[in-house]
């Protein structure tokens, strides 16, 4: 029996609810012509943020209309030319000949774990300032290196090679999901998972899983997101008593994951739960920061975070108004987690967007693109926003608003 397609559902569902595609594009923002394509099977690609518009109208989760396509709902990258991931590749999935060892190996003997600890944080800080060019460059031969000193690792130093490896592993995996190289974002967690298992460290490992539910959102697997970061921090959960800030931040970077995970498949009461919770230990840690091992994986967690989850789910939800109401609660500079603040703003672009406001859109935007352009290039959400905008101006292209197009390869 043929397994029913998205478009099955997606009419399926609307007949039950007695709607016409008309009154159904009424309700959802969405054009008559995208409904009849998708109830159809178009070939095309389903948007998620249409499928999630859709299911708000509609009454029902998202899951219940992705089915089995979930991956065609996952955001494309934008038209412009591909960085190399070559030796990105040839280093995260090597190849391997009998028994295992792997053909590509370190030229000369590795650094000492200090070194290579070192030069995973100056990687980091490349990556988080959205220089990807350079940590592409940077990145291949860190993880080779650490690879290399896990096998020369002593058993007194086991732990602390793994632990490198973990946090090498999940840099690279990060980055690959920015570039939209899925699969092998997957195969790079994959591994980080494994090393972090062997290291002992459970703080690394519920990082991991974190950036993997980050993953699984992007590919549209937005059940499967919220199941694992739910599971995982009932796991990690932790006394309260005798919880560090880094044992906190963990748990609470779960229950966000999983909140945006839940604001996609449009739940709204499980949402504001699990917001809830994670503010309370974000109010535990206070103005305490997790101590210098941690602080890569897991600092940014604070009480400005967890407003940012709410402003992202109003986003998600559709409400601009709500967006900029709770973004004047959140401190105008950015915390630690410079990827948290950018996203932020671009809640904050769509709001403005949204309502008309393109002055004030394009001003945010043309903001993150002075401080990190080739981030905001890979952003779909930034392009999609710069679009709206073009489109729904009525005065001339400012020179500010044809930079920003340009950037994002929009059509003017």
């Not at 602390?160 to 939209?180: C, K, M, N, S, T």
């Not at 206070?286 to 091992?293: C, I, K, L, R, Y």
């Not at 001339?396 to 044809?402: Q, R, S």
């Amino acid at each position: 029996m043929t397994k029913p397609t998205l478009g099955d559902r997606l009419a399926g569902v609307r007949r039950e609810s007695t709607l016409t595609q008309e009154q159904l594009a009424e309700r959802s923002g969405v054009s008559v012509e995208v409904i009849r394509k998708l109830e159809q099977g178009s070939r095309g690609a389903a948007r998620l943020d249409t499928l999630h518009a859709l299911a708000r109208a509609l009454g029902v989760s998202t899951s219940a209309l992705l089915g089995d396509a979930s991956q065609a709902a996952a955001r494309g990258e934008p038209d412009h030319q591909q960085l190399s991931l070559g030796e990105i590749r040839r280093v995260v999935a090597p190849v391997r000949g009998l028994g295992g060892v792997p053909l590509v190996v370190p030229a000369a003997e590795p650094p000492g774990l200090a070194t290579l600890r070192a030069n995973l944080h100056a990687a980091d800080r490349v990556y988080n300032a959205g220089d990807y060019a350079v940590a592409l460059r940077v990145v291949p031969p860190l993880l080779l290196n650490v690879r290399a000193a896990v096998s020369l690792a002593g058993d007194e130093r086991h732990a602390e090679a793994y632990d490198l490896l973990a946090r090498a592993q999940h840099l690279a995996g990060g980055l690959l999901i920015q570039l939209r190289a899925d699969d092998l974002a997957h195969t790079a967690l994959s591994g980080a998972l494994d090393a972090a298992q062997r290291s002992g460290d459970q703080v690394v490992e519920a990082t991991v899983i974190r950036t993997m539910c980050w993953l699984l959102m992007r590919q549209g697997r937005i059940c499967e997101a919220a199941e694992l970061a739910v599971v995982t921090a009932d796991e990690v959960e932790p006394r309260l008593s005798r919880a560090t800030p880094a044992d906190l931040a963990a748990w609470g970077w779960l229950l966000l994951s999983a909140a945006a995970a839940q604001a996609r498949d449009n739940r709204p009461d499980e949402v504001a739960d699990l917001i809830g919770v994670a503010a309370a230990a974000a109010a535990r840690i206070g103005e305490q920061v997790p101590a210098s091992d941690h602080l890569m994986l897991v600092g940014g967690f604070d009480n400005a975070k967890v407003q940012m989850q709410r402003a992202e789910a109003a986003a998600v939800a559709g409400d601009a108004g709500r967006v900029l109401e709770l973004s004047t609660l959140v401190p105008p500079v950015p915390t630690i987690s410079t990827s948290a603040w950018r996203r932020h703003r671009l809640d904050v672009a769509w709001a403005y967007a949204e309502l008309r406001r393109y002055g004030k859109a394009t001003a945010v935007l043309t903001q993150l693109r002075n401080t990190a352009p080739t981030w905001l290039r890979q952003q779909r959400y930034a392009r999609d926003t710069v679009d709206r905008i073009a489109t729904g101006r009525r005065r001339a292209m400012t020179d500010e608003l044809a930079g920003l197009a340009e950037l994002m390869g929009c059509s003017r």
